[in-house]
């Protein structure tokens, strides 16, 4: 499965829809520890925070029809940094789960990533952790996928064997 993280650009700016995977995914202890430092005294919500429903579909092979799979709960919110009325960069975030502070904290995250005075940091103190994260958690699955891996063996008959006879 393609994630945006595994797209390891050096020396170019994250584009935005790659930090807004990698925000959506990651864990809320990591966002508040990162943005901690960066977070700002005032924010305008345009959305506050809300719950909901979303359909995810799937596909048979991955190249097949696609089918809807289920629904998952997913909370999301777009603020403005600064004060009401400002031209202050607006944040979006959407998060799995029920999580409002996640998403806030994302939100908040897109926000400070668009100004160019806060992206380099950002991107070694937040993005880079949760690429780690995210890459750490994904060796993790495989090697528990790896662990339960079956090896079938198929044993060539041997010259001069069984089959000869039968034909006499």
Do not use: K
């Not at 990651?26 to 901690?36: C, D, F, G, R, T």
């Not at 103190?125 to 949760?130: G, S």
């Amino acid at each position: 499965m393609f994630h945006a993280f595994d797209n390891n650009r050096p020396n170019r700016p994250t584009p935005r829809q790659s930090w807004m995977a990698l925000l959506a995914r990651a864990p809320l202890p990591l966002l508040e520890q990162a943005l901690a430092p960066h977070l700002p005294s005032q924010h305008q919500w345009l959305r506050r925070p809300e719950t909901g429903l979303m359909m995810v579909q799937g596909r048979a092979g991955g190249t097949g029809e696609r089918f809807n799979l289920g629904e998952i709960t997913v909370t999301r919110c777009t603020l403005r940094l600064g004060e009401a009325g400002s031209e202050a960069p607006v944040g979006v975030a959407y998060v799995t789960g029920r999580s409002h502070r996640q998403a806030q904290l994302a939100a908040t995250a897109d926000a400070l990533l668009q100004d160019p005075q806060c992206h380099e940091q950002l991107e070694r103190c937040l993005l880079n952790p949760i690429r780690q994260h995210l890459q750490a958690e994904h060796a993790q699955r495989q090697q528990r996928a790896q662990s339960t891996r079956v090896d079938f063996l198929t044993m060539a008959r041997e010259a001069g064997g069984d089959d000869t006879e039968d034909q006499e």
